[in-house]
């Protein structure tokens, strides 16, 4: 088990960038998975990247490939998920969420098992 906890959302303007961080309770050197989904009120929640710890795999949904980037801090215990090119539709609560030794690091909530409480983002137009 790991305890994830979330923080960096808030509000940004349209075209703008917000950084978001992930703090685990303990290191991922070894073979886990962590990710970032999102969820609207109403919608099921979506996946939006994930990083492999052992081999630095990432995975993007088409929605925010290119605009979003994921990376693992040298302590090993923070995943940040920087979020540039902001839109409207960014707005979310965005949780980070992980899976302990696999290899298989595909955006599917029911794969994940650590979850933390979320954080809003919140895109102005």
């Known amino acids: 088990q790991v305890h994830l906890t979330e923080s960096g959302g808030g509000s940004v303007e349209a075209g703008g960038s917000l950084r978001l961080s992930c703090t685990m309770t303990?290191?991922?050197?070894?073979?886990?998975?962590v990710a970032w989904f999102r969820q609207v009120p109403g919608n099921e929640r979506e996946g939006v990247a994930s990083?492999?710890?052992?081999?630095?795999?990432?995975i993007y949904s088409d929605s925010v490939k290119g605009r979003f980037t994921i990376s693992q801090d040298n302590s090993m215990k923070t995943i940040d998920l920087q979020l540039t090119s902001v839109r409207p539709d960014d707005t979310a609560v965005y949780y980070c969420?992980?899976?302990?030794?696999?290899?298989?690091?595909?955006?599917?909530?029911?794969?994940?098992?650590?979850w933390g409480q979320g954080t809003q983002v919140t895109v102005t137009s």
């Open positions: 303990k290191t991922m050197a070894r073979s886990n998975c």
């Open positions: 990083f492999h710890t052992r081999s630095g795999d990432t």
């Open positions: 969420a992980a899976q302990l030794n696999t290899v298989d690091c595909i955006l599917e909530t029911r794969k994940y098992q650590n």
